[in-house]
């Protein structure tokens, strides 16, 4: 009788903030969101000058859990849920824990995308979603092993999950998801009349 296992899984991370530490007021986040993007020159002129539609902080700002208490609150969420998420993976962090080492927010508006990247020297990468409007679009990742594929057939279009080349979720507002920082992921155009905003971060060890 034949053995089919899987082998060398990616792991993905899904969860409500609220499951893990202190409850957060969404509204005071998007409020908190909306201001700091809008006083931020640099970030502006930054965008601008990249051509990157809407609004990001991560040229720009590196204290955001100082400058509002709502993202010191939520670095503290964050922490539990990158624990839980270590936990999962079995990562030996030789007595050390995975350390938030940067925090931005993205304000994508109806048209904008954010093309395929990774995470540099970090470990775990995330992103908390603030605002998810009807219709807008949601996150894409990429099969880390696509580069190899070569002479590869194509999945058939009701291919399961685990076997697609690409897998595109959709997350709720207020949820928070997880991965390894080497996995490759983009956000699609939004085609939505409202603005999409969230906030992602990356953890480090050592």
Known sequence: MSNISSLFVTR??????????????????????????EDDEAG?????????????????L???????????????????????????????????K????SLWINILPEGGTHSSHIHPHSVVSGTTYVTMPEGTSAIKFEDPRLPMMM???ARVKDARD????FSYVTPEAGEVLLWESWLRHEVPMNMSEDDRISVSFNYGWG
Not at 46 to 58: D, K, L, Q, R, V
Not at 162 to 165: A, F, G, H, M, S
């Open 162 to 165: 685990e076997l697609r080349t």
């Open 98 to 101: 995975l350390k938030l080492d």
């Open 44 to 60: 502006q002129t930054w965008c601008e000058e990249n051509s990157y539609a809407g609004y990001t902080s991560y040229a720009s």
């Open 12 to 37: 993905l991370y899904r969860a409500h903030l609220r499951e893990l530490g202190k409850p957060l007021d969404p509204s005071e986040l998007e409020a908190s969101c909306w201001s700091i993007a």
């Open 151 to 153: 002479a590869a057939p």
């Open 62 to 96: 590196d204290d955001l859990p100082y400058r509002f208490p709502i993202f010191r609150d939520l670095v503290k969420v964050l922490d539990k849920h990158v624990a839980a998420f270590a936990d999962d993976l079995q990562f030996d962090l030789g007595g050390k």
